[in-house]
């Protein structure tokens, strides 16, 4: 079993940058694919990005290619997500999710394949 907990959210300005953490517990974190989600106001919750076990693969939602950028740290037990040129599309709740039965260079986009989740961080653009 994981706990995620997801940092680095707040208010930014259009055209701004913020970068997200999700530290998980536990010593098995490489054996988990991991991914952003984020979740809108009103709205389900949307893929977002997404990282293999090793790292070597990251799959990304088209609206943020681009300007986001998902990285991982496996001896941290820390993924990461970089996000550049905000606009206010962005603003939601981002949740990040660990996928425990994921192959070394697989990526997940459905939110079902997902076995873990943060709590979540608010992330607000304003205009």
């Known amino acids: 079993q994981v706990q995620l907990v997801e940092s680095g959210g707040g208010l930014v300005q259009a055209g701004g940058s913020l970068r997200l953490s999700c530290a998980a517990s536990g010593r098995t974190f490489s054996r988990y694919g991991m991914g952003w989600f984020r979740q809108p106001p009103g709205k389900e919750r949307q893929f977002v990005a997404a990282?293999?076990?090793?790292?070597?693969?990251?799959d990304y939602t088209d609206s943020v290619k681009g300007r986001f950028t998902i990285s991982r740290d496996n001896a941290k037990n820390t993924v990461y997500l970089q996000m550049n040129s905000l606009n206010p599309e962005d603003t939601a709740v981002y949740y990040c999710a660990a996928d425990s039965d994921s192959g070394s260079y697989y990526t997940a986009r459905s939110r079902y394949e997902y076995d873990y989740w943060g709590q979540g961080t608010q992330v607000t653009v304003s205009s």
């Open positions: 990282i293999s076990r090793s790292g070597g693969r990251s």
